[in-house]
């Protein structure tokens, strides 16, 4: 009777992984199509063709459709590393400090002028990835105090790092210009603006690496989230993995950060979906939160450039609006639970 049970449970587990890469199809092929004016099909499809249409969808539209994809994916992933390693559905990479660190090099960089760009890519780009490193390695510092980087102070040093770079953020803008305080404000809503693939050749590795470091400790993953001393028990090196999977996912996320800008929620609402649909075992829990997070992150990205076309809402305003009540109704269920 358990073999059974458990088959029909994987036999679920499969069905969901199926129906999500299905619809990941379907989403990628279908919202390149959606658009304030209806694309030609003739132009679009003839490859020969150098019209408005065409370039439209080969170099603005499926670039960013996958771009958006990409992002959502590994800010989903992230997430639910984080959410493992902190034994809390509440946690995302943004709480640690992460994004605030990224924003905070953005904001120098566009409070500075520097009309510059290191080995290809934007100025703004290299400068949020660098304040995603400070960060990092700031709380990596502050959770080792007395050599002991336990979750806990990791999880309180993140929070004061958070802090600590907003208050800077705010600073830097009250004394800027007109011009650069609205630059500072439109990057801080996140955004996708894409045109041609080389976006998509930049963010590809990120994707790569996370797929392959995160599958890589699934079964510690699974250990993690029973708890510090059974993890142990069963031979994991908590110390270790923790500070492997903290360093890792903070630089991945800071280079998708430093790509969009900081797109919160994705990395709630994706991994805590996914579990009630799935279960907690992190070998079906990972790629389904993966597809997830990559197909909620293209929908997004396509209301914001349709809802009010011709002119567009940044993609972060939407997953904020959407990931406001959900964070609230998450947060009652924790408390009730």
Known sequence: MMLEADTITKRRKMSVLILLLSLTALVLFLTPLVGAQPLSFSDIFSFS????????FWKMRIPRSLVAFFAGAILAGCGMVFQAIFRNPLVCPFTLGVSAGASFGATIYIRL????????ISGISSFAFLGALLSVFIVWKLARIKNDASIAKMLLAGLVVSYFFISLIMFIQYTSDLYQSMRITRWLMGGL????????????PFVLIACIGIWRYTHELNLLTTGEEL????????????KVLFVLTSLIVGGVVSACGPI?????????????????????????????????????????????????????VITALIGGPFFLWLMQRCFRG
């Not at 002028?113 to 290809?120: E, I, M, R, T, V």
């Open 49 to 56: 063709n150098d019209s408005l249409d065409f370039k439209v």
């Open 113 to 120: 002028g520097l009309p510059l760009s290191l080995f290809g």
């Open 193 to 204: 603006f894409v045109y041609g693939y080389q976006p998509v050749y930049d963010i590809l």
């Open 231 to 242: 993890a142990i028990s069963r031979g994991v090196d908590v110390r270790r993995t923790v």
């Open 264 to 316: 919160s929620f994705v990395g709630i609402i994706a991994p805590h979906i996914c579990r009630l649909l799935i279960g907690s075992d992190h070998r079906y829990l990972a790629p389904a939160t993966f597809l997830f997070g990559g197909l909620f992150l293209t929908v997004c990205d396509t209301m914001a450039r349709t809802v009010v076309a011709p002119a567009e809402i940044p993609v972060g």
